[in-house]
C-alpha cells in the first residue's frame, strides 16, 4: 500500500478557524468541510512545500505557529487506489494573500472555535479539533 505524506494547516485568526468546504467531485469523503493541506512531494522544507500548494489552490500563504502532532488515515484517495495518509499537523496564522479557492466549486469559511460542532467535518479533521479541544 502506498503512503502518502503530508502537511496539514490550521489557519487560525483569534478565535476562527478557516475551514474549506471541499469539491464533491474530488473529495474522497463524505464529510464537506475541511482543513488546508498538502503532499509533500519534491525538492523543498515542509513550509515550502505546504505554502507552494496553499498559494497554487487557495491564494495564501502561512506562518507555522506550533507544530502540533501527526495522524494517520487509511482512504480510497481521488485515484480510486486505497492509500495510507500520514498527516503533520501544524497551527498556522496566514503570511499573506487573500484567501480564496482556486477550484469554483470549494467554498472557504472562517468559523469561530464554539461553532465548530455545528459543522461536518472530515474523519482526520475532527481527529485533530478533539486533540485541540475543539470538539469533544
Same mark, same amino acid.
Given at each position: 500500500?502506498?503512503? @502518502?505524506?503530508?502537511? %496539514?494547516? @490550521? %489557519?487560525?485568526?483569534? +478565535? /476562527? ?10 473529495? !474522497?469523503?463524505?464529510? !464537506? *468541510? ?6 509533500? $512531494?519534491?525538492?523543498?522544507? @515542509?513550509? $515550502?512545500?505546504?505554502?507552494? $500548494?496553499?498559494? =497554487?489552490? *487557495?491564494?495564501?500563504?502561512?506562518? %507555522? ?9 487509511? /482512504?480510497?484517495? &481521488? +485515484? ?8 503533520? +499537523?501544524?497551527?498556522? =496564522? ?9 477550484? !469554483?466549486?470549494? =467554498?472557504? /469559511?472562517?468559523?469561530?472555535?464554539? /461553532?465548530?460542532?455545528?459543522?461536518? &467535518?472530515? !474523519? ?13
Amino acid at each position: 500500500m502506498k503512503t @502518502v505524506l503530508m502537511a %496539514i494547516a @490550521v %489557519i487560525k485568526d483569534g +478565535d /476562527k478557524i478557516l475551514l474549506r468546504k471541499f469539491d464533491p467531485n474530488r473529495n !474522497p469523503y463524505k464529510e !464537506p *468541510w475541511g482543513l488546508f493541506g498538502g503532499k509533500l $512531494e519534491g525538492d523543498g522544507t @515542509v513550509v $515550502e512545500l505546504l505554502n507552494k $500548494e496553499l498559494e =497554487e489552490r *487557495w491564494n495564501m500563504t502561512v506562518r %507555522i505557529t506550533e507544530r502540533l502532532s501527526w495522524d494517520e488515515d487509511q /482512504k480510497k484517495d &481521488h +485515484d480510486g487506489e486505497e492509500k495510507r495518509f500520514l498527516y503533520l +499537523d501544524a497551527m498556522c =496564522e496566514l503570511a499573506s494573500g487573500e484567501p480564496s479557492p482556486k477550484n !469554483p466549486n470549494e =467554498e472557504l /469559511k472562517w468559523v469561530e472555535i464554539s /461553532k465548530l460542532p455545528e459543522y461536518s &467535518h472530515v !474523519p482526520p479533521g475532527i481527529t485533530l479539533f478533539k486533540k485541540l479541544g475543539y470538539l469533544k
